[in-house]
């Protein structure tokens, strides 16, 4: 079975301050994994994802995340945020038969001018 | 293009009564998931749709709980006798032959 853990259900952060959102996983098998984001009133949104390759991936709006396999965790951050990143984050991991996902209970990013 | 849709947007039903959520998926892509997402579950996959095989159910919560994909497109989730606990908000996601779900708005239920 796989599960995933994020130990912050809530983070709020200066605007143009550096964030971490912390994800581990477990898994018996490999494992893709997968960042969505929740804007306010929203639907789910990929925001970045780890199929195999380089352990750092990045998003179009500054985000990056790293694979690191010796301490199952794939934690998101962000140099710098916006106002506009206030949102809640979610971290999934997803299954390679049926490919369902996963997710993680949430991290709500709140961005304070 | 367009993106997954769902209606209704929301749905307020008395206990005890049936509810029918719709589900139209991108065109194209095989693969169909219900999810819920409640307050106190965070976010739970339901049942899994892929072509013509027979539907994975492992994630229906009660037998109360069942789904149809009608010629491997739209999706109807039915939800019979609901109960209070049924309350959250329910997801469709379709995807191509990929590892990408792109998710709907969803469908916010309420049950008084």
């Known amino acids: 079975a796989q599960s995933v853990t994020q130990l912050d259900s809530q983070v709020p952060v200066f605007e143009e301050a550096p964030v971490e959102l912390r994800c581990n996983y477990s898994?018996?098998?490999?494992?893709?994994l997968f960042w969505y984001v929740q804007y306010p009133n929203q639907g789910l949104q990929l925001l970045l994802k780890?199929?195999?390759?380089?352990?750092l991936v990045e998003s179009i709006n500054g985000f990056e995340a790293e694979f690191n396999k010796s301490q199952t965790s794939f934690h998101l951050r962000k140099p710098s945020v916006h106002i506009s990143d206030t949102a809640e984050y979610f971290c999934?991991?997803?299954?390679?038969?049926?490919?369902?996902?996963?997710f993680g209970s949430g991290t709500r990013l709140q961005v304070q001018p | 293009g367009a993106g997954v849709s769902q209606s209704p947007s929301n749905k307020v039903t008395e206990k005890g009564k049936d509810v029918e959520l719709r589900c139209d998926p991108i065109?194209?892509?095989?693969?169909l998931y219900w999810y819920r997402q409640s307050l106190g579950q965070g976010l739970e996959f339901l049942i899994y749709?892929?072509?013509?095989?027979?539907?994975?159910k492992s994630g229906l919560p009660s037998d109360r709980f069942s789904a149809e994909r009608t010629g491997g497109s739209v999706s109807t989730l039915t939800i019979q006798r609901t109960q209070q606990e049924d309350s959250a908000v329910y997801l469709c996601?379709?995807?191509?032959?990929?590892?990408?779900?792109?998710f709907g708005p969803g469908t916010r239920l309420t049950v008084t």
């Open positions: 996601a379709s995807r191509p032959d990929s590892y990408e779900q792109y």
């Open positions: 898994s018996s098998v490999s494992v893709y």
């Open positions: 780890y199929l195999s390759g380089s352990t």
């Open positions: 999934a991991v997803m299954d390679t038969g049926r490919r369902a996902l996963t």
């Open positions: 065109s194209g892509h095989t693969a």
């Open positions: 749709f892929q072509g013509n095989s027979a539907p994975d």
